[in-house]
């Protein structure tokens, strides 16, 4: 496995790579690539906010910023978009005109199904499209909040269409190799099954949690803003992640999000069931398994 320095000396992976929405995460693309190398000759950067595309010029992380998705795209090898999921589908109707016979698309979007169900009447043969999902972030979004670290040694997860030349799937498993994360192939139905689970679920209950403790305002307010254990803190970092972002993708991942969330509360109604009878083992089982689950994640990570 390649160190982050060493991709600076290797041939970059495109010519021209077109980032559309550098917020957090297409601007941790810009800034690996500029920081690290390796990734492209020249990059550009597209966002429909003029605010967003004044701010992207003075962090200097593009070799150019504009508001014309079409007109970059025109001379991209590689339109990565970064855009919120609701507006993959008419962003990839926007570009895929006006994109060069062999150039890729690709896109970071965090549910899968949905998406490419979005994207696919406007694919063309001969543009392949490799959409893939960085499992990294933060709370935090917009062009500050990148950084080009944030993929070292995070899961990427590429779900290649049939169709999607073997080609296409390598430059882009590359270009994610060298912003330092672990590539893992899957069907895109699986990804939204895994990714209720890890990810759409806990941000779901992050957000409900502390909608209750706010609901209990009268009783609680005092106590919740000024006592709130470490426990409480965690939820609340995750659930001061971005509106828009997280509507799209509870509404865009219904079904897998939905059953996770009923196999959820069957296991939450054990649990108030063996606390109103008292039954001590199931709550330590439980407990256990939570602690199990941390070791293992801790380990790997260092792995
Ligand atoms: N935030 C996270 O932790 C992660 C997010 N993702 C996915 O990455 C994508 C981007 O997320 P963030 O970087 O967090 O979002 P962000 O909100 O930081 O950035 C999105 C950017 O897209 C721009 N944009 C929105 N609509 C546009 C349009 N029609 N044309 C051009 N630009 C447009 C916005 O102005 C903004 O600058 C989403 O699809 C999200 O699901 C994937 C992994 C992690
Ligand atoms: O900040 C956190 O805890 C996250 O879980 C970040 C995150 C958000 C969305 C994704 O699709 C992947 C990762």
């Known amino acids: 496995m390649q160190t982050p320095s060493d991709t600076r000396d290797l041939p ?15 601007s941790s693309v810009l800034r ?16 429909k906010d ?12 593009a070799d150019e910023v504009t508001d014309n998705a079409a007109e970059a795209a025109a001379r991209a090898d590689c339109v990565m978009l970064c855009v ?64 080009a670290t944030l993929f070292e040694n ?22 994610w190799e060298r912003c330092g994360a672990r590539l893992r192939d899957m069907t895109p139905a699986h990804h939204d099954r895994v990714c209720a689970i890890v990810s759409h679920l806990p941000h779901l209950l992050a957000f409900t949690i502390c909608g209750t403790a706010d609901d209990l305002a009268d009783e609680t307010r005092s106590e919740v803003l ?11 970092r995750i659930a001061a992640s971005d509106p828009t972002m997280w509507r799209d993708i509870f509404l865009l991942n219904r079904e897998a999000l939905l059953e996770m969330l009923a196999r959820f509360m069957e296991d939450a109604q054990a649990m108030a069931r063996a606390i109103r009878w008292g039954d001590e083992a199931y709550i330590v089982d439980r407990i256990e398994r939570g602690r199990k689950i941390r070791k293992s994640l801790i380990e790997n990570q260092q792995a």
């Open 154 to 175: 995070r899961w990427c997860l590429l779900t290649p269409l049939e169709a999607t030349p073997h080609a296409a799937i390598e430059a882009v498993r590359t270009l």
């Open 84 to 147: 919120p999921v609701g507006v993959m589908g008419p962003v990839a109707a926007a570009v895929l005109p006006a994109m060069k016979p062999g150039a890729i698309l690709t896109e970071v979007g965090s549910t899968k199904v949905s998406v490419i169900e979005a994207i696919s009447p406007y694919l063309r043969p001969d543009v392949p499209y490799v959409p893939a999902h960085p499992m990294a972030g933060t709370e935090f979004s917009g062009p500050d909040a990148g950084f």
């Open 226 to 236: 000024d006592f709130a254990a470490s426990g409480f803190r965690d939820f609340t």
């Open 32 to 47: 690996r690539a500029k920081e690290y190398g390796g990734l492209a000759r020249h990059v550009i950067a597209v966002d």
């Open 12 to 26: 970059p992976v495109f010519e021209t790579l077109v980032v559309i929405g550098p917020g957090l995460i297409g």
């Open 50 to 61: 003029p605010a967003v595309c004044a701010r992207v010029a003075e962090l200097g992380i």
